[in-house]
């Protein structure tokens, strides 16, 4: 759940009821790692060695120890591990994992990412209801390739974003489920095309513990407008990034920390009415 600046909040999804969708859907996937105590053991090492050079340099009191204990269970009280990790952390791990790819780069995945979208053909329209459609439309496509430019068929671009008010399916009770959401599996060249809305700068929810955090800073909560992908084929290493808007708000100032220059898109408005860009994506050998 996110909210824009023009949405009438006395309508609004909660942060915590927000929060606690995103924490029941990753608790129902059990991830899992298979790493060795050493490496635990090393990780664990550095990473309270770190944080406790913090508190050393910075001279840490008492008094703001126990508000970072209370913080910490707040957080959790409220569901919003996903969202805080998923917005201040995980562009640094989508940075180790960059190292090792040629193609596409990524990006975030972010809290809101929900498998089974409806699969689409390789021209499609997302889901949306009649108020999204009031929106100005964006005809997205391009061509998903291998490293050496040959067309992937049997690719899917699963694609995601908030509505024009900041909100995702899924993590808000009025929308409908798929809303904005789709599979779309690409045609025998690797080509597709997507219409759906042009989506605008949101807040990560700011009513919880993870807005607090943000405050306590004078710092802004705000996303640059953007899509979400992930981009597969069979034999390949799938892509998860997102798109973002040349000269919109935040592009240069995001809350996460997760636009890069080779994901900036330029729209260009069509005679029918709508923005129109093409952009392809490259994948690594799996």
């Known amino acids: 759940m996110t909210t824009a600046a023009h949405t009438d909040v006395t309508a609004s999804p909660t942060a915590v009821g927000s929060g606690t969708a995103a924490t029941d859907k990753f608790k129902n996937e059990r991830v899992w790692a298979d790493t060795p105590p050493e490496r635990v053991a090393a990780i664990a090492k550095d990473a309270l060695a770190a944080l406790n050079q913090v508190i050393l340099d910075h001279e840490v009191t008492y008094p703001e120890y126990r508000v970072l204990k209370q913080w910490l269970i707040d957080v959790g009280e409220g569901g919003e591990w996903p969202l805080f990790l998923d917005v201040f952390i995980e562009h640094s791990v989508e940075e180790v994992l960059a190292k090792s790819r040629k193609g596409t780069k990524g990006s975030i995945e972010g809290p809101y990412y929900i498998p089974g979208a409806p699969q689409l053909p390789s021209v499609a329209t997302l889901p949306m209801r ?72 949101y807040q990560i929810p700011t009513d919880g513990p993870t807005g607090a955090f943000v405050a306590a800073q004078a710092a802004h909560p705000w996303r640059p407008a953007h899509l979400h992908l992930i981009v597969s084929a069979p034999g390949k290493s799938a892509v998860t990034t997102q798109l973002y808007f040349r000269g919109g708000e935040y592009v240069d100032d995001d809350v996460a920390t997760a636009t890069k220059p080779e994901l900036i898109l330029d729209p260009v408005a069509g005679e029918d009415g709508k923005n129109h860009v093409t952009y392809d994506f490259v994948l690594d050998p799996a």
Do not use: C, M
């Open 130 to 201: 009649d108020e999204d459609r009031k929106v100005t439309p964006l005809v997205f496509s391009g061509q998903v390739t291998d490293l050496e430019g040959n067309g992937l068929a049997g690719a899917h671009v699963e694609i995601w974003h908030a509505d024009d008010d900041g909100y995702y399916s899924q993590f808000a009770p009025h929308l409908p489920e798929w809303n904005l959401r789709g599979d779309i599996a690409v045609d025998d060249n690797g080509h597709y095309e997507i219409t759906t809305i042009q989506p605008a700068p």
